[in-house]
Nanobody, 121 residues
Framework: QVQLVESGGGLVQTGGSLRLSCAAS????????MRWYRQAPGKERELVAV???????TYADSMNSRFTISRDNAKNTVYLQMSSLKPEDTAVYYC???????????????WGQGTLVTVSS
């Protein structure tokens, strides 16, 4: 079983910064794309950023330049550095990855359980 576990969420004031982490564990052969999504109260889940196994990153337009996605392939971990946070960034942040298990020939998408980020005004 492959699992993704997020950490780093919490309460931060407007203008503050947070760094989220998401570590994959289990019998993993390879991890391709890794993503961060978020879901604000009463809204649909939206994509925040994607990073390929080679480190190429793509961001949702609305994220501007405040968020930076990165990964450490040796640790099977993806990060999301968030700065200049606003109350509208309040959401549960989920990581997602395309994982090939050790005994599998195909990738499957795995989700983490989410970590809550609350930005106070």
């Amino acid at each position: 079983q492959v699992q993704l576990v997020e950490s780093g969420g919490g309460l931060v004031q407007t203008g503050g910064s947070l760094r989220l982490s998401c570590a994959a564990s289990g019998r993993i052969f390879s991890i391709n794309a890794m993503r961060w999504y978020r879901q604000a109260p009463g809204k649909e889940r939206e994509l925040v950023a994607v990073i390929t196994s080679g480190g190429s990153a793509t961001y949702a337009d609305s994220m501007n330049s405040r968020f930076t996605i990165s990964r450490d392939n040796a640790k099977n971990t993806v990060y999301l550095q968030m700065s200049s946070l606003k109350p509208e960034d309040t959401a549960v942040y989920y990581c997602n990855a395309d994982v090939r298990g050790a005994y599998s020939v195909t990738n499957r998408q795995v989700w983490g359980q989410g970590t809550l980020v609350t930005v106070s005004s």
